[in-house]
């Protein structure tokens, strides 16, 4: 198995991950049916976090990309179903798809509150309190507002939903850091997080959608700064 290490990690250290692995499959270096390397070894190789890599491995098995044989992890696609994936990776890089993103978003992330209102558990709650605790104390950190939504799509207890919320993350976050560089973007994505955290934790999902369509009106709203 042949990988190059990752050189450029900012911002999108997951999606590089990616990248680097679809390369390496799509260019023959790993073979279908081919075993992974253990975890350790392969972040060792491409030069990343454990927790990076993670992030990305299941990402691809979202995708179906690997599969998890037991302790292994199995490439099962072949390169030409590697390219669509790629494809769907480089969506990421192309801007004028932001109106599209934002209407994915609406429809997925409004699904997400109502069934998190009725299947968050407490470890959940505590997790979204935590990230919304965490955005208070550094009004640059974009990664806990990254975060905030994964572990509401987490609360969801829908594991297709947590993944692709996951994938949508990890190709849109160099535009959260870019919001998060205007002004008064943070506040406003800090009230909107602590309004929808107290809705799921009520059960309340009609005030929940309702924070959630509020919450990403403000996105599209800062979205025509960025252009």
Partial sequence: ???AKIENKA??????????????????????????????????TLG????????????????GIIELRGNRK??????????????????????ELLDDFLEYRRIIEVAI??????????EDLLKL??????LAQDPTDALADCDFHTALANSSHNALLAASIELVNSMIM?????????????????ESHKAIFEAVKAQNKTLAEKEMIKHLKNIGNFSAVTD
């Fill in 113 to 122: 509150v109502r069934l998190a209102c009725d299947r968050a558990t407490m």
């Fill in 174 to 190: 160099d535009l959260r850091i870019r919001f998060f560089a205007i002004s008064d973007y943070h506040q406003k994505t800090l």
């Fill in 74 to 95: 199995v490439v099962v696609k072949d390169p030409a179903y590697i390219q669509k994936a790629i494809s769907l990776l480089q969506l990421s890089q192309q801007t």
């Fill in 1 to 3: 198995m042949q990988l």
């Fill in 11 to 44: 911002p999108k250290i997951s999606e590089l991950v990616m990248q680097a692995i679809l390369n390496a499959i799509n260019e023959g270096k790993i073979k279908l049916d081919e075993d992974l390397l253990p975890e350790r070894e392969l972040a060792a």
């Fill in 129 to 134: 309190e935590y990230y919304v605790n965490k």
């Fill in 48 to 63: 990343v976090g454990r927790s990076s890599l993670r992030e990305s491995l299941a990402i691809l098995e979202f995708l």
